[in-house]
């Protein structure tokens, strides 16, 4: 391989995660980081002095443009909207830093910046990259992406899950739920949610789904055992890592439904992310690397 490609393939792992963690979507993940490549390979090596920085500031570029036309998607999109799920190797729970950056929790909350506080946020707080760098990626001066990154920190405190849990807890608190879950277990379910545990369902207006966020454990509780009595149709459900953490992928009379996604606290679940809409279930069935480095 020549220079350029072989520093792609080298970094392309990173390059992937990363603009994942920008759009929460695999798909749109990929098109980056096929515009980088297309603007990488017309780039003199030469006057190329670290290869990482330079695509990531690249790929942070496309990006940029990339979140802007997302937003304009999302705020036509039918129902509560979800990050693209993705099939991560068990290994990826056991990095307690990487699993909880790609987090459908944390993703949802990422949501909520800004494109620039967002770029600002994943490459300073997740992926340790100099504010000057981040400067160049985002055209901003190294004290204002200081001050974006300081805000943006601020506001992710505010609201991402209160505690980390090992991955064995967060196991033991899925398969509690997916016990009571096959069994249509009101009480089961009822142990297993915590009593301020949210539920989003997105279905893409192809899938049914609630409109609303649902909360608190009473309320999903009795819709999930209502819906499933309603439906009189088999449902199995499989352990599965999604996003590094534990998750359900489950099936109605033998076909792919969609996957719930968790959030764990205090042993118990608090966060429920069911992602029914089939556009995007494209990437749970073979695994998707991802790192930090």
Do not use: C
Not at 133 to 162: D, L, N, S
Not at 164 to 181: D, K
Not at 192 to 215: F, H, M, R, T, Y
């Amino acid at each position: 391989m020549d220079s350029a490609t072989e520093a792609f393939v080298a970094h392309r792992n990173l390059l992937f995660t990363v603009a994942y963690e920008m759009l929460g979507s695999a798909a749109d993940a990929e098109d980056v980081l096929q515009e980088t490549w297309l603007r990488w390979v017309k780039v003199d090596m030469d006057q190329v002095y670290d290869q990482r920085a330079y695509l990531v500031r690249i790929l942070t570029r496309r990006s940029l443009d990339r979140l802007r036309a997302l937003k304009r998607r999302k705020e036509a999109y039918v129902g509560p909207w979800l990050p693209e799920p993705l099939l991560t190797a068990p290994d990826v729970a056991e990095e307690a830093e990487l699993a909880e950056s790609v987090s459908m929790a944390l993703m949802l909350v990422l949501e909520t910046l800004s494109p620039t506080e967002r770029a600002v946020f994943v490459l300073r707080e997740v992926f340790a990259v100099g504010y000057e760098e981040i400067a160049a990626a985002v055209g901003k001066a190294p004290a204002t992406v200081r001050q974006i990154a300081h805000r943006a920190r601020r506001h992710v405190e505010a609201r991402r899950p209160r505690e980390v849990v090992s991955p064995s807890q967060a196991r033991a608190a899925v398969e509690a739920f997916q016990r009571a879950l096959e069994a249509r277990d009101l009480q089961g379910l009822l142990d297993a949610l915590a009593p301020e545990v949210v539920l989003i369902s997105d279905g893409g207006g192809v899938k049914q789904a609630a409109p609303k966020p649902i909360i608190g454990a009473d309320k999903v509780a009795r819709m999930i055992v209502e819906g499933l009595g309603k439906a009189q149709i088999a449902l199995t459900s499989e352990p599965t890592v999604v996003n590094g953490n534990p998750a359900l992928l489950l099936r109605l009379d033998g076909e792919i439904d969609g996957v719930i996604a968790v959030r764990v606290e205090d042993a118990r679940i608090t966060g429920l992310y069911y992602v029914r809409n089939p556009q995007k279930l494209t990437r749970i069935t073979s695994e998707i690397p991802l790192t930090l480095k």
